[in-house]
């Protein structure tokens, strides 16, 4: 099992950046592929990218490609999310999640380890 905790969510303006960062807990970091979510108010949780266990793939919604870089340091158990050129409509909670699954996914419901999540509000 791995517990998860998400930080570095803020207030942005628009056009602007923030890195989001999740800590994972355990020796066994390295098997599970991550992945970041949002939900914004009034919405359904939705995927934003995914990375494998050793960060050689990366997969991405198209809302958010060529915008955000996801990442991870094994070696400080630590997943990354870059966010640049942010937009209003990426005002959302942001949370990180993890799963012993092969594939990387952006199933939801593939994902049993969620952290509590970080907001992360752009003003335009």
């Known amino acids: 099992q791995v517990q998860l905790v998400e930080s570095g969510g803020g207030l942005v303006q628009a056009g602007g950046s923030l890195r989001l960062s999740c800590a994972a807990s355990g020796r066994t970091f390295t098997t599970y592929i991550l992945g970041w979510f949002r939900q914004a108010p009034g919405k359904e949780r939705e995927f934003v990218a995914a990375i494998t266990r050793l960060g050689g793939y990366t997969l991405y919604s198209d809302s958010v490609k060529g915008r955000f870089t996801i990442s991870r340091d094994n070696a400080k158990n630590t997943l990354y999310l870059q966010m640049n050129s942010l937009k209003s409509e990426d005002t959302a909670v942001y949370y990180c999640?993890?799963?012993?699954?092969?594939?990387?996914?952006?199933?939801?419901?593939?994902?049993?380890?969620w952290g509590q999540g970080t907001q992360v509000t752009v003003s335009s």
């Open positions: 999640a993890a799963t012993p699954g092969v594939v990387v996914t952006a199933r939801l419901n593939e994902y049993p380890y």
